[in-house]
């Protein structure tokens, strides 16, 4: 099955820097990796995905990367602000599955603090 | 529209006890998924219903673990008897459609 790998676990950075969260999955079959960001008492909250048939998607202040030929996606976070300080997961997913194989795979999370 | 609810949000029993947790997805959406996190690890899927199906039941752990989703709702996860490894957040999730999943606040169990 697949397996997802998250890095760093923890990351701390000065309000207004930038923020690189990175990740590689096993299943080169595996088509849709969203990102999920967890606040404090809530559920996950899906901020970003990207599909692979693209290399790059941005949103605002936050962007992924995806290299196909090496497995891994990466989320970029710029010009930080207190309110991004939160736990940040990726996943990898098959879409269009016959298998019924249709479940999210997560990696270990990484804890976001931004410095003020 | 309302989100994903689970219910209740923080649970505290005894090894060997039952409890049963309950989720709503979001109204329309016959996609519902049950995760768990347990301390410090990924988030872990346990199972995948469409209405009241169960599509995938791979990730559930061993047979102490019960869920249900009788109408295509609500759905009910229950563990009977409790161990201590049982601890974690244990999160719903629904969808519309394949991929995009909206996750609840999750319940945190805690085993005695």
């Known amino acids: 099955g697949e397996n997802v790998e998250q890095h760093p676990s923890t990351l701390s950075v000065q309000e207004g820097d930038s923020a690189v969260i990175k990740c590689t999955y096993s299943?080169?079959?595996?088509?849709?990796f969203p990102w999920y960001k967890q606040e404090l008492g809530k559920g996950p909250q899906l901020i970003i995905d990207i599909r692979s048939n693209v290399g790059e998607k941005k949103d605002q202040r936050i962007a992924v990367t995806l290299n196909k030929t090496a497995k891994h996606f990466s989320l970029h976070i710029t010009e930080t602000q207190p309110e991004d300080s939160a736990v940040y997961f990726c996943a990898a997913f098959l879409l269009g599955s016959n298998f019924g194989n249709e479940k999210l795979t997560f990696g270990t999370g990484t804890r976001l603090t931004i410095i003020p | 529209e309302a989100g994903v609810t689970q219910f209740p949000s923080h649970s505290v029993i005894e090894k060997g006890q039952t409890v049963t947790l309950r989720c709503d997805p979001i109204s329309g959406h016959d996609n519902l998924y049950w995760y768990r996190r347990v301390m410090g690890k990924e988030i872990k899927f346990l199972l995948h219903f469409v209405k009241e199906s169960k599509q995938d039941e791979s990730g559930m752990p061993n047979n102490r673990f019960l869920a249900e989703r009788t109408g295509g709702t609500y759905s009910t996860l229950k563990v009977q008897p409790a161990e201590l490894e049982d601890s974690g957040v244990y999160f719903c999730?629904?969808?519309?459609?394949?991929?995009?999943?909206?996750f609840g606040p999750g319940t945190r169990l805690t085993v005695l």
């Open positions: 999730a629904s969808s519309h459609r394949i991929g995009e999943q909206f």
């Open positions: 299943d080169s079959a595996s088509n849709y």
